[in-house]
């Protein structure tokens, strides 16, 4: 057989191959790599957030991050750029990777709905049940050594819990069957409305650093995707 042999998926509307026959949805994303998985994500119209967004915000970053950020879902700015975490609240998320010594272009960003909800209202659960397989694939693909939860949306969605974020912060979870090392801290958003949190946040960032301290390093990793 033709070592380039690939299955020929039925072509949809969009031009793209859609989910083939006999595998789920979840399966079909759980297998595809970085190009197959931005382009179906941009052409997804699994949930009505379609019809109102302006594009879909994958994520950004270095695809071989060490640190994964993940928030709640873009704004307004982030729905008009197309980047996470661009307009006030990643103003503020900056200067606390910063303050971590990271850079916002050595992390990878993402969010756990990558379609702006209408007048930023939170994410239906239906909605990021359908969104989660392409989060699950990048985190599958980014082999990420610690998560960083922003907010509560993030933290109890990745958690799968409907613990305050009081009470899930200030710990180390895991996640997945990688066991990842996740951190759960507070969103910038709410740390601009209530900036005496900050010292918590600053407690929970420093955590993190030190979980991912405390494991040997990984070798074979680039600072930055090139
Ligand atoms: N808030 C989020 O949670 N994510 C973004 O990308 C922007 C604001």
């Known amino acids: 057989m033709d070592d380039n042999w690939e299955p020929v998926f039925d072509i949809d509307a969009t031009g793209l191959p859609a989910v083939p026959p006999g595998i789920s ?32 915000v994958f994520g950004v970053g270095n695809r071989q991050a060490e640190w994964l950020v993940i928030g709640e879902a873009p704004g307004a700015d982030e729905d008009r750029q197309g980047e996470p975490f661009v307009g006030r609240a990643g103003q ?64 109890q969605n990745l958690l799968e819990t409907n613990t305050p974020i009081g009470k899930l912060r200030g710990r180390v979870h895991h996640f997945g069957p990688a ?6 801290t507070y969103h910038p958003a709410y740390l601009l409305r209530s900036p005496r949190e900050k010292r918590k946040a600053w407690d929970d960032l420093r955590l993190a650093r030190r979980t991912l ?9 680039r600072p930055v995707d090139s």
Not at 26 to 52: F, N, P, V
Not at 179 to 184: A, D, E, Q, S
Request: hydrophobic letters at 45%; aromatic letters at 2%; glycine letters at 2%.
């Open 25 to 56: 949805r979840e399966a079909h994303i759980a297998q595809m790599d970085w190009e197959k998985l931005t382009a179906e994500a941009r052409q997804c119209t699994a949930c009505e957030l379609c019809a109102t967004r302006t594009q879909v």
């Open 213 to 221: 301290a405390a494991e040997s390093p990984d070798p074979t990793r």
């Open 92 to 155: 503020l998320l900056n200067p606390m990777l910063l303050a971590i010594g990271l850079q916002r272009e050595h992390v990878y960003i993402a969010n756990i709905l990558k379609c702006r909800p209408p007048e930023n209202r939170e994410p239906a659960p239906a909605e990021a049940m359908k969104c989660r397989p392409f989060l699950e694939r990048q985190i599958t693909l980014i082999q990420p050594r610690i998560i960083l939860a922003v907010g509560r949306i993030a933290a």
């Open 179 to 184: 066991r990842i090392p996740l951190v759960v």
